[in-house]
């Protein structure tokens, strides 16, 4: 059984395909790092988060995507899924603020359940060479990079749930519903 937290949070699976990551991706709300499957209340995630991205030739190129997932549902097992910000032409070494920022960031809202945020870091073939999404709801991430000719070489994901939310179950996916 592996014990990678993208496998074992389902962000491998559910939102991507297998991937070998290459490249360094630090997120930080308010001085908080995520750590895979680390809990944010709302209040905690209000402002768009320090998006640290490694590599070593600032001639390479990355897009980040953000998207919040609803938890799934029990009748047809489907998630709902709420696209947060999009980032493309983001340069090696520096931080997502040297991007440009084709979908500016939302931050969850979680009305009830638990949401898992994930954030996904793409490399891309050129700089330029993404555009924006047609939709904002129901976005896929394998679509989006296959349309793009993007490359996941890194992700990161967190949960959140609504600020009167205590503890309770983490997100998971249950294969029997």
Known sequence: MSRDPLILGHVVGDVLDPFARSVSLG????????????EFKPSAVVDKPLVQVGGDDLRIFYTLCEMSEKERHRADGSLTDGFCRLVT????????????????????????????VVLVLLRQIGRETVFTPEMRH????????????????AATY??????AGTGGRRFIRDDRC
């Not at 997120?27 to 499957?37: A, E, Q, S």
């Open 138 to 153: 129901n976005f896929s991430t394998r679509r989006f990079a296959m349309e793009h000719y993007l490359v996941p070489v």
């Open 89 to 116: 032409d983001i340069p090696a070494t520096t931080n997502a603020s040297f991007g440009r920022e084709i979908v500016c960031y939302e931050c969850p809202r979680p009305a009830s359940g638990i949401h898992r």
């Open 158 to 163: 967190y949960n959140c749930q609504r600020e």
């Open 27 to 38: 997120v930080t709300y308010k001085n908080r790092l995520v750590i895979n499957g680390s």
